[in-house]
């Protein structure tokens, strides 16, 4: 429950501390591993293009597997949901994470949770704010990924339709 206190009161500060003209945008979808080693993966959904993990550190393994670290997203936010970056406001956003983990017998997972604040962004992304929120859920044969949160972006208007005009292209 406290978890849930804290995402919101994070969301409501971020809703609250956006510039006029920015623009805040919902997102979900999932995340498939390219490279479980090298930490590298594939967002679909709200975010198109590739995700890498930057640093990791474990915190804690009981009661619960926990760790921080850093990752990059770099792609497009599909405004339109059209499986396209054609148009759409293309960068790259870092983030910095805290993840929660319960593990069973074997080392199998039970559960997964992670939280992701955006810390900075470049191209149509720079200046931007926002959460993700990811849960990890075992299936057979692996664990599916899903995430779900919001994206502020700076400016809104022409300015930022000019920023996606130079950076657009297809992922």
Do not use: N
């Not at 805040?24 to 080693?37: L, N």
């Amino acid at each position: 429950m406290l978890r849930i206190a804290l995402v919101a009161a994070a969301a409501a500060t971020l809703a609250l501390a956006a510039p006029a003209g920015a623009r805040t945008y919902q997102v979900s979808g999932k995340q498939k591993v390219v490279d479980a080693d090298a930490g590298t993966y594939k967002m679909s959904g709200g975010l198109r293009g590739s995700w890498a993990m930057t640093s990791f550190e474990e915190t804690a393994t009981q009661p619960y597997y926990e760790g921080t670290g850093t990752e990059e997203f770099e792609g497009c936010l599909d405004r339109r949901r059209d499986r396209s970056c054609a148009g759409d406001p293309r960068g790259t956003l870092s983030f910095e994470f805290h993840y929660w983990g319960l593990y069973g017998a074997g080392d199998a997972l039970v559960w997964g949770a992670c939280f992701h604040p955006v810390v900075s962004g470049t191209g149509a992304f720079a200046g931007a704010q926002g959460v993700l929120t990811f849960v990890d859920s075992p299936v057979p044969g692996g664990v599916r990924t899903s995430y779900v949160g919001s994206i502020t972006l700076a400016g809104g208007g022409k300015a930022a339709r000019r920023q996606v005009a130079r950076t657009a292209g297809v992922c």
